[in-house]
């Protein structure tokens, strides 16, 4: 059982920078793959990015939209996980969601493959 508590959304303006963070529990937090998902008002939940376990090389994936300008990264020693979102834009306003699994791939970008949720938070990026 893994329990995630995201931190660190707000009110951004655009252009501007927020870091999230994702703190973990449980011992076994190098083994799971982790990730950022996002749901906007009236929107189905998007992911965002997933970084492999770090003895699978700490691999990374994007959507499209955040290449460049969002950067995920893990700290096995602090169970933490942080997303790095710089340049942000209107339209990355949404409910930011820290996500784990034990099995899945980083390459994997379906809601539903992921087990565990944290309850999200808030980042408004105003125009």
């Known amino acids: 059982q893994v329990q995630l508590v995201e931190s660190g959304g707000g009110l951004v303006q655009a252009g501007g920078s927020l870091r999230l963070s994702c703190a973990a529990s449980g011992r076994t937090f190098s083994t799971y793959t982790m990730g950022w998902f996002r749901q906007a008002p009236g929107k189905e939940r998007e992911f965002v990015a997933a970084i492999s376990r770090s003895r699978s090389g700490g691999c990374t994936n994007y959507v499209d939209s955040a290449k460049g300008r969002f950067t995920i990264s893990r700290d096995d020693a602090k169970n933490t996980v942080h997303i790095e979102m710089n340049s942000l834009k209107p339209e990355d306003t949404a409910v930011y969601y820290c996500?784990?699994?034990?099995?899945?791939?980083?390459?994997?970008?379906?809601?539903?493959?992921?087990?565990?949720w944290g309850q999200g938070t808030q980042v408004t990026v105003s125009s």
């Open positions: 996500v784990a699994d034990y099995s899945i791939s980083y390459r994997r970008t379906d809601a539903h493959e992921y087990t565990y």
